[in-house]
């Protein structure tokens, strides 16, 4: 029987490549655009806390030309946490809370309040509502990007809410991620839990992490390296010059790595799956093209095609 090797991503390598960045902040979403353009380095941009109202959507759309939107939730929120019990006043915030589960009417949105944190006033809104803000923001994108698969990243990492943790896993995302890096902790799998996935590396991690990344053995399973988690991370800390050199470094080598946006690993993994081999052939029935080996032959599988051992 001929020795079938379906784990490839395009280009017949094992190894992918991809960013995923929070908050939709232009001006320095641009710096960061500059930098990995060139290098052909995809990913994905989460937005939620604007409204698609500083730009044109065509202005949008050529702004994020060849990346993924996924969703960030409207008015960037926390929600109410479990065993807690907030005091809501129905007026604007004054200068410091009352109490410290008091939380104060927005004027952005009906359901939507203020709390104060230790660093500063945050929103913030119950369950029901928090839904309904992160489907505004899925409509938002559908509208301004057009018609997609949409994932969710939870604003301040993943909530203390069990019943929202629940409700939005049946929403219709594609996968949920949370906040914090990996590193190699998971041995560079793509994630297997797409309800509460991460990042492997935050922008002070980047340069160590993606060394792991690029040192670490072939074990003949799909890999993925995607690092966050906002562009104005660089700014602050000033090291635009670490993403520079990991451009550099990682970027335009198609022959070691696949670049791709957040969305485009999980389904091709799917797609992987998707496969049927049996001794006399190989299926793909999916939309996507995969690229497999036959006893070492480079094969690519159309989307919807057989192959005949
Ligand atoms: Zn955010």
Known sequence: MKRVDKNYFPGWVRKSISFTIDDGNLEMDKKFIDIVKPYGIKGTFNIGNFHFDKLSPEGYRAFYEGYEIANHCKYHPHVFADGVEYVIKDEPHPEHAESENAVYASAQAKGLFEKEYVKGWRKITDVKNYIRFTRECTASIKEVFGAQKIGFVWPFGRQNSAELFELLKKEPFYAMRQTGSTKDAQGFNIPADRTAW????????????????????????????????????????????????????????????????????????????????????????????????????????????????
């Open 198 to 309: 991460s990042y492997n590396a935050n922008h002070s991690e980047l340069l160590s992490v993606s060394e792991s990344f690029a040192a670490y053995p072939d074990d003949g399973t799909l890999k993925a390296f995607i690092f966050g988690v906002h562009s104005v991370d660089f700014e602050r800390s000033g090291n635009w010059c670490d993403l520079e050199k990991f451009a550099r470094e990682f970027g335009n080598r198609p022959e070691e790595y696949w670049y791709a946006t957040n969305v485009e690993i999980f389904d091709y993994e799917d797609a992987v799956n998707a496969l049927t081999v049996t001794d006399e052939k190989i299926e793909n029935p999916t939309d996507i093209a995969v690229y497999i080996t036959v006893d070492g032959e480079r094969i690519k599988m159309e989307p919807h095609s057989v192959y005949m051992i």
